[in-house]
T-cell receptor, first 114, second 112 residues
Framework: NAGVTQTPKFRVLKTGQSMTLLCAQD?????MYWYRQDPGMGLRLIHY???????AKGEVPDGYNVSRLKKQNFLLGLESAAPSQTSVYFCASSYSVGAPDTQYFGPGTRLTVL | QQPVQSPQAVILREGEDAVINCSSSKALYSVHWYRQKHGEAPVFLMILLKGGEQKGHDKISASFNEKKQQSSLYLTASQLSYSGTYFC?????????????FGQGTTLQVKP
């Protein structure tokens, strides 16, 4: 099993450009999450999904959109990138619905917006 | 709403012990602990549930004090491999335990 994978690993954008980050998991997990990590801020939840076709806002959703068309994939989109979105983005997934469960993280995507 | 971790950073020699605390201003239903090594993804350590349950992972254990709304992570006889940043995560509600809010992290450095 590959676990949780993220594409791409690195990306540099100019202000105003758009891009999509792809997260894929092969563990048949129901829940999927997108986090951003900035120095001294810990992990902050952007959006999450509790199942195929569903999405919900997290702590810092502004400037991002997500889609979960297939159970194994969770896409994070930036429509008009801003320098404040320079960060490391982590995707995670977990199996259990409604009970505390382990989150498995992907390797991360380092995004720089110039 | 973000849990507060203390200390922010700690430096140890191999074999020394450390305690990392995680405090919440809201009621705790469970506490999740993760470790992240530099340049890598966070990795799950353990989950603690209501009831003051204590769990262990190798020589790392944790407690959960529901009354104090606090959890503590105990690293005993630390090894070089324990170096990294430790995060606690708490669910926002008992009905949505998948949605975690993480603390700002505690950086642990173990020196030979």
């Amino acid at each position: 099993n590959a676990g949780v994978t993220q594409t791409p690993k690195f990306r540099v954008l100019k202000t105003g450009q758009s891009m999509t980050l792809l997260c894929a998991q092969d563990m048949n997990h129901e829940y999927m999450y997108w986090y951003r990590q900035d120095p001294g801020m810990g992990l902050r939840l952007i959006h999450y999904s509790v199942g195929e076709g569903t999405t919900a806002k997290g702590e810092v959703p502004d400037g991002y959109n997500v889609s979960r068309l297939k159970k194994q994939n969770f896409l994070l989109g930036l429509e008009s990138a801003a320098p404040s979105q320079t960060s490391v983005y982590f995707c995670a997934s977990s199996y259990s619905v409604g009970a505390p469960d382990t989150q498995y993280f992907g390797p991360g995507t380092r995004l720089t917006v110039l | 709403q973000q849990p507060v971790q203390s200390p922010q950073a700690v430096i140890l020699r191999e074999g020394e012990d450390a305690v990392i605390n995680c405090s919440s201003s809201k009621a705790l239903y469970s506490v999740h602990w993760y470790r992240q090594k530099h340049g890598e993804a966070p990795v799950f350590l353990m989950i603690l549930l209501k009831g003051g349950e204590q769990k262990g992972h190798d020589k790392i254990s944790a407690s959960f004090n529901e009354k104090k709304q606090q959890s503590s992570l105990y690293l005993t006889a630390s090894q070089l491999s324990y170096s990294g940043t430790y995060f606690c995560g708490i669910p926002l509600s008992p009905s949505n335990t998948g949605k975690l809010i993480f603390g700002q992290g505690t950086t642990l450095q173990v020196k030979p």
